[in-house]
């Protein structure tokens, strides 16, 4: 690759290998002003490839070949979350309007992904747009989300959880006729409510069997880390609480604090939550169940007081009824 010498990184100081984030191939064409770097020979450390400015097309025409891997240095990694969002969420528009379901759910899931991995001020108002973009085709069809529930991910991962959460909200909104703002914020804390996840061990978030009574009590801590997540990104109150609240329950069974006092967007992410978990959370140890079978569970537990039976009486019609009917 000629004529790079000029522009060797160096293989030791802040262009070690650890300073230095590897990009999937698929991401390349959203990074406009993000440089990028290859690995060179070893002695010689990381190359710049792209500089700042520079479509990875145009980079590729000038060194007439793409390298199997390339990096951001870690310096950039908020610019490149920014501009992987952007375009993600373009890609998301036209994905939409194209009304391929599957193709939809696996950019919202990459999109959530990539900001649950840390998260920032800066990379949760990416999902605020990506909110905006969802909403705003929900709004012209709402067959949008229909589609969308119907090809929900089987998938223990948090960010396919986060969407399908977000799908199902967004459908009981439509059914109970909640109005577009109400909606709007629903669908926001549905897809940020796992967000103190973040701070969990993968170890634990991806544990091939039950969690012990010590790890399950770490695992609860998420509701707090979530909150403080949402609070320094400057949230609205209700986003943030939805966090901290979703595993509470009206008889004060749940956690962290056993709260009886809960919010009304806590209490329908809470149910809607316990429900995709059932549905869709399958794990080596567990299989998911029917909804039928998860509905059944769900409402042995209305006997002991843990969700309101408004929430649950309207989410089951809205399963299966017309849009806007519930009373």
């Known amino acids: 690759m000629g004529g790079l010498a000029d522009n060797v990184a160096g293989g030791t100081g802040d262009c070690g290998t650890h300073n230095m984030i590897p ?39 000038l ?11 870690i310096k950039d990694k908020s610019l490149g979350l920014s501009e992987l969002q952007a375009g993600l969420n373009v890609q998301l528009k036209d994905d939409l309007q194209s009304s391929d379901p599957v193709q939809v759910k696996e950019t919202l899931i990459t999109l959530v992904s990539e900001t649950l991995k840390a998260p920032t001020a800066e990379s949760v108002q990416g999902a605020v747009a990506t909110m ?28 396919a959880h986060s969407v399908n959460v977000m799908a199902l909200t967004l459908r009981f909104c439509s059914f109970i006729g909640k109005p577009e703002d109400e909606a ?26 039950r969690l012990d009574p010590l790890e399950f009590e770490i695992m ?44 009304e967007s806590s ?20 299989s998911a169940v029917s909804p039928f079978d998860a ?16 929430i649950y009486r309207e989410f089951v019609h809205s399963l299966g009824g017309s849009r806007g009917t519930a009373k």
């Not at 999937?24 to 770097?37: E, G, V």
């Not at 085709?137 to 960010?159: F, G, P, S, W």
């Not at 509905?295 to 408004?310: D, V």
């Open 184 to 209: 709007h914020h629903l669908g926001l804390c549905a897809l940020l409510h796992d967000v103190g996840k973040e701070r969990i061990q993968k170890r634990l978030l991806q544990a091939p069997r």
């Open 132 to 159: 905006d973009v969802i909403f705003s085709e929900y709004l012209k069809n709402r067959h949008v989300i229909d589609r969308l529930v119907k090809v929900m991910e089987q998938d223990y991962t948090t960010a």
């Open 267 to 286: 209490q329908i992410i809470g149910f809607i939550d316990c429900y995709e978990a059932l549905t869709c959370n399958e794990r080596p140890y567990r």
């Open 295 to 310: 509905l059944s569970r769900i409402k042995s537990e209305l006997f002991f007081g843990n969700f309101g039976k408004n």
């Open 63 to 73: 060194h007439d070949r793409l390298p199997e891997t390339l990096y951001m240095h």
């Open 23 to 61: 990009v999937k191939n698929a991401h390349l064409k959203f990074y406009h002003q993000t440089p990028l770097y290859f690995k060179a020979s070893e002695g010689i450390g990381f190359v710049l490839y792209k500089h700042k400015d520079m479509t990875i097309a145009d980079a590729r025409i």
């Open 220 to 263: 609860k801590k998420h509701t707090i880390y979530g909150y403080e997540i949402l609070k320094k990104c400057h949230l609205d109150e209700d986003i943030c609480l939805c966090a901290l609240k979703h595993h509470e329950r009206v008889d004060g069974s749940g956690y962290p604090k056993g709260d009886t006092d809960i919010p």
